[in-house]
């Protein structure tokens, strides 16, 4: 066997880690806003093993609006999804993403 003459890295891949908000309710989107500069918390996830890695704190710029959408391998576990001028990404990092699909019915049932 060969012996490693680089460092590897130990853990998930940054492509299986989503920043995700655990919450109760038996809601599949919800929305909140955020009037003020403030810091939002949540927890990176590692979604191959269904364990959370570290929580994060991350800085809102004011009025910011953040979507949720619940995942469907993780119960009670919510993707974040945030919208710009460049256009809306989620926090999964799916390059075809069924979370964005889901927010945009939510919408249309709602409006």
């Given at each position: ?25 038996t ?24 364990q ?44 075809h ?15």
């Amino acid at each position: 066997m060969r012996v490693p003459t680089k460092s590897f890295c130990i853990g998930p891949a940054s492509t299986v880690k989503a920043m995700m908000v655990q919450m109760d309710t038996t809601e599949r989107v919800f929305t909140q806003n955020f009037k003020a500069g403030t810091h939002f918390e949540c927890i990176e996830v590692d979604t191959l093993n269904k364990q959370p890695l570290q929580r994060v704190s991350i800085p809102l710029r004011s009025d910011k609006t953040l979507h949720f959408v619940a995942s469907d391998e993780m119960s009670g576990w919510f993707y974040v999804i945030t919208t710009t001028a460049l256009g809306t990404g989620c926090s999964c990092k799916r390059p075809h993403c069924s979370h964005l699909e889901t927010l945009r019915l939510a919408q249309v049932a709602t409006a």
